[in-house]
């Protein structure tokens, strides 16, 4: 009989048209949407032999362990996270492999964030949909300063964007993300607190690790200008809890570009960010885009496939 692999969390069943998933006899692979609303979730992971999981959506711990009494392989899209207890699938008997993927999706959609922001987009295309006509006046982001807050593979991207549209550079992080910002030509300001002071646009670009949870303090926030913006599509706890609500409401930062949350997916209106009109919210759309899913997808299943042909030597749990 075919391997039965479950994808749970597939918000948008994207993974339904990755024609390679569907295409070795040998595996079977079944998509879920939101475990939380699918009605075949109960039994589909009851029989899972192995799971592909979108990123740090799907909570793997002790509890879910115990409604997955087949399950023997876990399969990361992307590196590993905190949403996957390893001591737990260990005691389980569950293996764990990941992967690997692009910084080209999130940069972009970055990008799209600043750009949208600024222009205020959104509000003067919901507007103009109800009758109105140039309602908004944004800025432009020509001579403004970004500071890219961690210089790993989409900070760096980001900078070059930033630098074909004639934005001034500046990047805060780590030591050596500060030593490769010099060697690149960008600016290193002389402390945290004058890159958060000295701001147009902070975008944040660190992994999410314990050195780094909560580590946009209020203190931060409070630096920045009254007609800055703080752009998250990284983590949202890299800032400290509460901390970038508070500071909205006292007007530093002035505006807020975000893709990602404490708590997802948000199916609340009342959000208190949904309400805030110097917010723009996206529902965490970083990495979730066509390409970005291929990559993804087929070093994940390649890595299922090679786990179940007897090659274990990609197991991260031993």
Known sequence: M????????????????????????????????DLSKDSRAVQQLSSAEALILIRERTVIDAAFLRRTPHLKLISQTGKLARNVDIDACTRAGVAIVEGSGSPVAPAELTWLLIMASRRKLVPSVNAMAQGYWQTEIGSAVH?????ILGYGKIGKRLASYAAVFGMQVQVWGSLRGQEEARADG????????????????VTVHQRLVAATEGNIMSADLALMKTDALLVNTSRAELVAEGALLSALKQGRPGFAALDVYEDEPIYNTQNPYLEMPNVLCTPHLGYVEKASYALYFRTAFDNVVRYFSGDASHVING
């Open 186 to 201: 960008w600016r290193v300001p002389e402390s945290r607190e004058q890159f958060f002071a000295s701001s147009d646009v």
């Open 2 to 33: 075919a391997i039965h692999i479950v994808i749970p969390d597939d918000y948008q069943f994207a993974t339904q048209q990755l024609d390679f998933l569907q295409q070795n006899e040998k595996f079977q692979c079944l998509t879920l949407g």
């Open 143 to 147: 001579n403004q300063v970004i500071g």
